[in-house]
Nanobody
Framework: QVQLVESGGDLVQPGGSLRLSCAAS????????MTWVRQAPGKGLEWVSG????????TYADSVKGRFTISIDNAKNTATLQMASLKPEDTAVYYC????????????????????WGQGTQVTVSS
């Protein structure tokens, strides 16, 4: 059974940090690129960050560049999104997703563009 399970979402104050994890199972994780996509309340999906299967190329939305860091651990079948300097506008449900093939220059935003999609984890940034 294929699963992507996100965790780490929480309520945090502006300026704070959070670490989101995505645990993958049921497929050959190391062959897939991983992406984080978010959906703020009342808004559409927004691509946040992506990393290719070899972890040689990472890309970020302008809105999170310099504050978020994406990584993967092929030994643990896990993708991580380290978030710092959080802002209220970062409040959203964060989804991890996997796809192959993958172009780092394309921002895959919709669930239909992915092979696998997680259930999401809530991040709320508020004082």
């Amino acid at each position: 059974q294929v699963q992507l399970v996100e965790s780490g979402g929480d309520l945090v104050q502006p300026g704070g940090s959070l670490r989101l994890s995505c645990a993958a199972s049921g497929f050959t994780f190391r062959r897939y690129a991983m992406t984080w996509v978010r959906q703020a309340p009342g808004k559409g999906l927004e691509w946040v960050s992506g990393i290719n299967s070899g972890a040689s190329r990472t890309t970020y939305a302008d809105s999170v560049k310099g504050r978020f860091t994406i990584s993967i651990d092929n030994a643990k079948n896990t993708a991580t999104l380290q978030m710092a300097s959080l802002k209220p506008e970062d409040t959203a449900v964060y989804y991890c997703a996997a796809r192959i093939p993958y172009s780092p220059d394309y921002h895959y935003t919709y669930e239909a563009e992915y092979a696998y999609w997680g259930q999401g984890t809530q991040v709320t940034v508020s004082s």
